[in-house]
T-cell receptor
Framework: GENVGLHLPTLSVQEGDNSIINCAYS??????FIWYKQESGKGPQFIID?????DKRQGQRVTVLLNKTVKHLSLQIAATQPGDSAVYFC???????????FGTGTRLQVFP | DADVTQTPRNRITKTGKRIMLECSQT?????MYWYRQDPGLGLRLIYY???????NKGEISDGYSVSRQAQAKFSLSLESAIPNQTALYFC?????????????FGPGTRLLVL
């Protein structure tokens, strides 16, 4: 298998439970944030995004929360499923640039 | 992601060899990127291109070069490969049109430099 995420922090959850993955970003000038999911052997896949003028955005089973005061981003996955097992990365984009800055990632493991 | 393809998917090479990784996209996006990913780290930007005549260095461009042959093609070259370039390499595209800034990634190329 892939070595991606070999030493990443890991979150283990029971199938059906909700998952919360956290991310701290460093640059107060970041104005756009994305969560990516990376399954073994694949490239990162877009999950959900949020702009800095929002503090919450919902998708299908996923919610992203943004707290600009403490520069914190979280991804909530409702009713976690085995197919959600992957490494999750947050990424930020500095205002007026198109360059993504990736976090180091969190491995989500879902147990039946 | 079938819209962004990378070749080869796996490559083993020796120190000092020149190799090229290729990326093609059918999304019609103007912007293309090359990243590398190492264990325990997020993706780091090597080079990016906003259109055919535009090439920009990213965070870790030393030891790499790129060529944007067409809107749909962006290749990454290692002029003289070294072992610490062993990594996963990803190509990505984006459109940066209006609210859409998402980057779409290819499946990756695993490179091993002996």
């Amino acid at each position: 298998g892939e070595n991606v995420g070999l030493h990443l922090p890991t979150l283990s959850v029971q199938e059906g439970d909700n998952s919360i993955i956290n991310c701290a970003y460093s640059n107060s000038a970041s104005d756009y944030f994305i969560w990516y999911k990376q399954e073994s052997g694949k490239g990162p896949q877009f999950i959900i995004d949020i702009r800095s003028n929002m503090d919450k955005r919902q998708g299908q089973r996923v919610t992203v929360l943004l707290n600009k005061t403490v520069k914190h981003l979280s991804l909530q996955i409702a009713a976690t499923q085995p197919g959600d097992s992957a490494v999750y990365f947050c990424a930020e984009t500095l205002e007026n640039t198109d360059k993504l800055i990736f976090g180091t990632g969190t491995r989500l493991q879902v147990f039946p | 992601d079938a819209d962004v393809t990378q070749t080869p998917r796996n490559r083993i090479t020796k120190t000092g060899k020149r190799i090229m990784l290729e990326c093609s996209q059918t999304k019609g996006h103007d912007r293309m990127y090359w990243y590398r990913q190492d264990p325990g780290l997020g993706l780091r930007l090597i080079y990016y291109s906003f259109d055919v005549k535009d090439i920009n260095k990213g965070e870790i461009s030393d030891g790499y070069s790129v060529s944007r042959q067409a809107q749909a093609k962006f290749s990454l070259s290692l002029e003289s490969a070294i072992p610490n370039q062993t990594a996963l390499y990803f190509c990505a595209t984006s459109d940066f049109a209006g609210e859409e800034e998402t980057q779409y990634f290819g499946p990756g190329t695993r490179l091993l430099v002996l």
